[in-house]
């Protein structure tokens, strides 16, 4: 299993992790088919290219640890394009 495999099943587990890393979310979200905008600041916009669905996020600092509200929301933009419906895990 590659390890964009790996973090997207870590993302996937119940309870969400609380220690989800910044940098690995960029990660899942591009093999998912988002683009990360980010126009200053710690403010990111991820669209999704196939279906245009759009969300944002701040960048944790100092950490780069996630918040678990931010890893929740992570999960909701993945499943609203599909990515972790059943026939997606492991892909």
């Given at each position: 299993?590659?390890?964009?495999?790996?973090?997207?099943?870590r993302?996937?587990?119940?309870?969400?992790?609380?220690?989800?890393?910044?940098?690995?979310?960029?990660?899942?979200?591009?093999?998912a088919?988002?683009?990360?905008?980010?126009?200053?600041?710690?403010?990111?916009i991820?669209?999704?290219?196939?279906?245009?669905?759009?969300?944002?996020?701040?960048?944790?600092?100092?950490?780069?640890?996630?918040?678990?509200?931010?890893?929740?929301a992570?999960?909701e933009?993945?499943?609203?394009?599909?990515?972790?419906?059943e026939?997606?895990?492991?892909?």
């Amino acid at each position: 299993m590659s390890k964009k495999a790996k973090l997207l099943e870590r993302l996937r587990v119940t309870p969400t992790p609380t220690d989800f890393a910044w940098d690995d979310l960029v990660v899942v979200m591009k093999r998912a088919g988002f683009k990360e905008h980010c126009n200053g600041g710690s403010h990111y916009i991820f669209e999704h290219e196939a279906t245009g669905f759009r969300f944002s996020m701040s960048k944790t600092h100092p950490s780069g640890v996630l918040k678990r509200y931010q890893v929740d929301a992570a999960k909701e933009a993945l499943r609203n394009v599909g990515e972790l419906g059943e026939d997606n895990y492991g892909r």
